[in-house]
C-alpha cells in the first residue's frame, strides 16, 4: 500500500509499505477519511529530524502521517474483547498509545502515560494517510451510524480537542465565551458553543475566517487588527467580560488577551501548542480569581462524549472541510494547507 510520508522542509513523499498485519490487542482500520491538522505542519515545513529530536520522539522519517483517522475495522487481533473492536466497527482513533496499565491510560488518557507515551500516530507510528493502518484496540472509538468517516476523522484531533477544551471550562448555555482564532480547532469550538446554547464572541484577523464563524454560529465576531479585543468584548458583555474565554491561536498576544478579556471569577483556556505568554499577574489574575486552564487534547471517553453530542444534534461538522483530497494529491494537498488561508483538509479514501 501506499503511505504519505514527511521528509521536512515542505517536502513529502508516497512511499510503498507493506500492509499491516495485527497482533496481539491490535486492530486493522482500513482507512475512509483521514484529515489533516495544524500540528502536521511543524512536522512537513522544519527539518524533520530536528523536530522529531526537540519533541523527544526520535526519528519519523518513514512514518506514515495523519493523526486524525477514521474508517473501519478489518482485521483483529489475539485477545481483542469483541466489545471493544470487531470486524466492521466503523471506528476513529484515538491517536495515541501509552502502557495501557497506568492512571491515566486507565482512564483513556494515553497521551499523559506516566510511562511516557509510546506512540503518537503520525508522529512516531504510522498514521492514517494510507489505506490501511493498525492500532491497538483500546485506541478504537465507535462512530456513531449517523456521523460521516469525514467528521470522525475531525473528532479524531481538531474538534475532539475544541471539546475537551469546553468542558475543561464547563461553559453552560447562559454564558458567553470569546473564541481567539477561528482555524479548524476555534471553528470547532465556536460550533460546539453554540450548540450548547452559549453566546460565542469569534476573534480573527482573517475576514473570510470570521465570515465563517458567523455561519457556524458566532452570535458577533471581532477583528483584533481593526480594534481593542478586550474592550470590545468588555462593551459585548456590559463591562464585565466574557464568563470563558478559549485561545486556539497559539499568538502571545490572544493568549494575554483571553485571560485579560475574561470576567472576575472567570475562566481561560488555553488549547493552541507552543510559544510563550507575559501576564501581569495580579491584575490579569489573581486580582479577579482568574482560572487558567490548559487543555490538551481529549480522552477516549472524551472522544466518544463528543461523537454521540454531535449525532444526537445533527451539527454539520463535514462544513468545516473546504478541501477533500485523494492521497496521490498529497503534495499539492499540504501545499495548499501551507499557506494556511482555506478551511480544513482531508484525504478521502
Known sequence: MKGIVFKGNRQLELREFDEPTPGPGEVVLEIKASGMCGSDLKFYRGDIAETMKALGLGSGISVIAGHE????????????????AWVGQRAMVHHYRGCGACPHCSTGWQQLCVEGVAEV????????????????????????DELSFITGAAISC?????????????????????IFGQGPVGLSATQLAAALGARVIALDVSPERLARAKEFGAAEVINPSATD??????????????????????????????????????????????????????????RRQVTLIGSWTFS?????????????????????????????????????????TAGKGVFVC
Open 229 to 286: 479585543p478586550v474592550a470590545a468584548i468588555r462593551e459585548l458583555t456590559h463591562g464585565l467580560g466574557a464568563h470563558a474565554t478559549l485561545d486556539a491561536s497559539s499568538s502571545s498576544d490572544a493568549r494575554r488577551q483571553c485571560v485579560q478579556s475574561v470576567r472576575t471569577w472567570g475562566k481561560a483556556c488555553l488549547v493552541g501548542e507552543g510559544g510563550q505568554m507575559t501576564l501581569d499577574v495580579s491584575p490579569d489574575l489573581l
Open 121 to 144: 500516530y503520525g508522529a512516531t507510528g504510522h498514521g492514517g494517510h494510507a489505506r490501511y493502518m493498525k492500532a491497538p484496540a483500546s485506541t478504537m472509538v465507535t462512530l456513531p
Open 300 to 340: 477516549t471517553v472524551g472522544q466518544a462524549e463528543c461523537a454521540q453530542f454531535i449525532a444526537d444534534r445533527g451539527i454539520d461538522v463535514d462544513a468545516l472541510f473546504t478541501d477533500r483530497w485523494r492521497l496521490e494529491q498529497g503534495v499539492e494537498a499540504y501545499q495548499h494547507f501551507d499557506r494556511q
Open 158 to 178: 481538531g474538534t475532539g480537542t475544541a471539546w475537551g477544551a469546553l468542558k475543561r471550562l464547563e461553559l453552560t448555555g447562559d454564558q458567553t465565551i470569546a
Open 69 to 84: 483517522p477514521c474508517g473501519v475495522v478489518v482485521a483483529v487481533g489475539e485477545g481483542v474483547n469483541p466489545k471493544r
